[in-house]
């Protein structure tokens, strides 16, 4: 019996086959702090409890991209271990919040595999989903890697590419909060500005730079108990391909959407995670940027006090975003640029 | 309408004006103990609740210095994301502790504003009061900045500059705890020394240096949501004029608070910050020492169980105090000193 | 009277002595997460309150070694802050779990002194104990450290040399938890392998290393209010014999075992501590990979749900353990070893 695990390679997966992850999280008040000292997140929602109840939540819910690492931690031993690359995100949809005292468990279901012509890796699909202790979904998403044959001779499966969303449906983005006329406090949001003020096609910079430091993204990802080697190991690292540890991308993630409040003060949640590309690695050092535009403003069925706004933020690494680098689709991909991620947020509506 | 927020410049303050600062924040025990983690203090109301209980409170309060630094981190984005120096602080004024899961509002009013000679800055003075979520006072304080114009040919306001206390009166120094007699447990609490202890002009070297790095910085000021850009931009500051970032003058005076433990073990909450100034910045790679003297000895209206100490501690970087920099008050001013802080402490009386 | 506190010097101590050490220490699900965000730990009783009530707890237990640290962290100030050396451990016992909301404090009776050779030093034995609110031990065990002399003129105590135990008696192992039939879920554990799967002499590589960084170390022991100089302060220690500072040993203990759930991932709890060294110094740049070996497996009296497991564990710096390093006893040491720890560990067996 083999005492360590070695991670599954390409050859490991089958199509329908569930990845039942460990372990289980009990997330805690004690993992919001940690979050917060690490991206300094101000949306008020989460940073507290009264503002929380204003808009019908029992409390403060757990920030949505700490959701999304926590669901995505639990799922690296299994599906990442011996991945090469993160190729991208879908259909990738938000749930019941997490509450501090929750606890989340984790599955993947393979759904699609393709052998690359290389021999010597594959692609694997999976859909994770995450749980809390009442069963109650609150995310899932789809995935793709890039992962290692562990035997370049071993047989390679039929070809299974799944289809995947472009982007989550309005009509699927879940909505948890309410606003009730005269109760929705702006001056403590900190923006005044709403649902109603954007509009497609808008531009935002978001200002600020935040340094990445080895120690931060070491820490955010052991929170999560996300194992991928190449963040932790500097020893191995040295000798790579970069010479030095990488930054987790969900890490740029998290500093984006912190970076975000400055902009869009009143997007309180991530409702869905339509795509995302870390088109460019960070390291310790870095100084992340980032902008935001407007790609569609969308109703929510049934609603008439919040909307979602579609968002694509682009970071940059040691990059000012003042010029919105990247927004030209015809223009040759800037170096600078580390991430494009395309979400769905909520934000309430002029009432 | 102006998505982001630049932040006020000179012209846009009004003396009278209330600036309401978001978002609100639930301080938990996840925050005490990233507190802890980056400062290692250890007076003991704040590290056990039986403790604390021991003096007739209801569970362990958070430290005072982390109650004031979370209300002054709300106040940065709207009184000194503009500013050049912050250039003291006055008539600072502990209420009601804070206990984990209370929420905290901030508030700040324009008490002057001053134009400068310059014609580019001014100094903008305010009283920021810090709320629980039952409306007492946690904390407030006087504290005036230089803040850049944004525009030079602004008209400049009429002069005012608002009479400072040079002291909080000893008659308005609160305190929340109450000490019975043969219920102190000085061994536990780590000093035996007590309020009767103390003289007038006694010098104390807290012997130890702990050295900061950036990472650390870092994640104190965006615990506290301060999101003053000096701190976090290594991209920016890089080019400016120390080349490097600045560490947040309030990690000081936590650091001199966590070493002042030994020298002043009973000291258990601070009940007023008279004054204060940073003499010079610190940055990541400094190691910081503190010695401190006492001003003064002030006996409580009324009571007999608890007295105050008038404390003056001065911080060093990269040199011992063991000959107490800065003592000789006319003598030329110190490189290595940091801080010249000026507060009065409660500390139990021999009964 | 003097205000701060030198700590003891071997004259000083006292064989008999009680040494009650301050302050006492309320641990949350804050010190957990920060913890976690430190060494990523994986071991699904501390992870996952639903997990702990599974085998009979009440909720998540604190780690064990959080445990060890915390206690350890309030010695520090008495015992150890003027020694040399930290020379060994023994009969170190884990008694009742902490769990989160619990009040520790710890003392320590002074049980044997002798003086070095050289004049200047000796070595000072302690048994530190270490209890909750209820007075129930959570943690005890031996230590012995070589500490100055403050006057090497003072006269040496007379020599008193404990019996120290090789190990600790299966007997007194303490098992909090209890298994039964289908309740024990494999999958959300993370690992298959149980008790009865592992045999004596049978050596296990935990392939992954992790790098430390300043920040990090200083974190993890300001977090247990453990005060010694040599890790903290880089002003002093740049011109000291390593030209850094030092690593906390029980810091490389911590990541051992969090690497150790890679080969051990049922191992939910430690029992003994009954030995350990630490061969070389670790510093900020270091990465650590560790191997264990499976020295005994020890039924416990009476129960036929968990077993023991007496676990060797070696930890390296900067060095892989594919090849079990410092397993050939009759070897020089290799210098990349930097932890020799011998103690017991809880496993489910398989029923």
């Given amino acids: ?26 997330i805690t008040v004690g993992d919001v702090a940690v979050y ?18 204003s808009v019908g939540l029992p409390r403060a819910p757990v920030d949505s991209m700490l959701a999304f690492h926590m669901v995505f931690g639990r799922t690296v ?17 938000f749930g019941v919040p997490i509450y501090p005292g929750d606890t989340i468990t984790a599955d993947s279901n393979v759904i699609g595999l393709k052998p690359n012509k290389d021999g010597k890796t594959g692609v694997v699909y999976v859909r994770s989903t995450g749980l809390n202790q009442r069963g109650e979904t609150v995310l899932d998403y789809c995935r793709w890697v890039m992962v290692r044959k562990r035997d370049i001779d071993a047989p390679n499966p039929e070809i299974v590419v799944p289809e995947l969303p472009a982007s989550v449906p309005v009509a699927e983005l879940h909505c948890p909060f309410a606003v009730t006329r005269g109760h929705y406090d702006v001056a403590r949001a900190g923006s005044e500005c709403l649902w109603d003020d954007y509009t497609p096609g808008e531009r935002i910079d978001h200002v600020d ?59 309180l949640l991530v409702a869905a995670i339509h795509g995302g590309r870390h088109s460019a690695p960070c390291f310790g050092g870095d100084t992340v940027y980032a902008w935001s535009e407007v790609l569609a403003k969308d109703a929510l069925p049934g609603r008439d006090d919040v909307g979602a706004l579609r ?29 494009d991620f395309d979400y769905s947020v909520l934000i309430p509506r002029r009432i």
């Fill in 209 to 267: 730079g935040m340094t990445i430091e080895d120690a931060e993204h070491m820490l955010a990802a052991r929170l999560y108990q996300n194992t991928a080697k190449v963040h932790f190991n500097l020893h191995v690292e040295r000798e790579g391909r970069f010479g030095k540890r990488i930054v987790y991308g969900g890490h740029v993630i998290s500093l984006a959407r912190a970076l975000s409040y400055n902009g869009l003060g009143n997007a």
């Fill in 311 to 339: 968002i694509r933020t682009v970071a940059t690494k040691d990059r000012a975003c003042a010029d919105f680098p990247g927004h030209d689709a015809g223009a040759p991909l800037d170096p600078a640029i580390v991430l």
């Fill in 77 to 93: 031993a299994d599906v990442s271990l011996n991945a090469i690359a993160n190729l991208g995100y879908a259909g990738g949809r």
């Fill in 1 to 26: 019996m083999t005492k360590t695990r070695p991670g599954n390679f390409f050859e490991d997966f089958r199509v329908g086959q569930t990845l039942v992850h460990a372990p289980a999280r009990t």
């Fill in 36 to 53: 917060t000292a690490l991206f300094g997140p101000r949306f008020a929602i989460h940073s507290s409890d009264p503002f929380a109840q």
